[in-house]
């Protein structure tokens, strides 16, 4: 089992960045695959980005690929998600999403969530 807890979420502009954080902890934390979804007002929850439980292979949604980079401190079992040049759409409540070795791009797949933070970008 893991838990896990973000934090980073904020009010920024369009255009602006920010920096998405998420510890994992429990006894095997470090073998699971972790990631982002999000989930805006009245939309479905939706996959942003995740990385496996080795840091290699990151992927991202088409919607965030070039502007939005996911990174992982293995030794601190956290989980990063940089986020340049943000727009309005990208405002949303973001989860962390944790599955055992790799996290997929499907809901229905994560095993633990985190409680979300808020992500607002005014334009």
């Known amino acids: 089992q893991v838990q896990l807890l973000e934090s980073g979420g904020g009010l920024v502009q369009a255009g602006g960045s920010l920096r998405l954080s998420c510890v994992a902890s429990?006894?095997?934390?470090?073998?699971?695959?972790l990631g982002w979804f999000r989930q805006a007002p009245g939309k479905e929850r939706e996959f942003v980005a995740a990385?496996?439980?080795?840091?290699?292979?990151?992927y991202y949604a088409d919607s965030v690929k070039g502007r939005s980079t996911i990174s992982r401190d293995s030794a601190k079992n956290t989980v990063y998600l940089q986020m340049n040049n943000l727009k309005p759409e990208d405002a949303a409540v973001y989860y962390c999403?944790?599955?055992?070795?790799?996290?997929?791009?499907?809901?229905?797949?994560?095993?633990?969530w985190g409680q979300g933070t808020q992500v607002t970008v005014s334009s």
């Open positions: 999403a944790a599955r055992f070795g790799v996290l997929t791009s499907n809901t229905a797949d994560v095993r633990a």
């Open positions: 429990g006894r095997t934390a470090n073998r699971y695959g």
């Open positions: 990385m496996s439980w080795n840091g290699g292979s990151p």
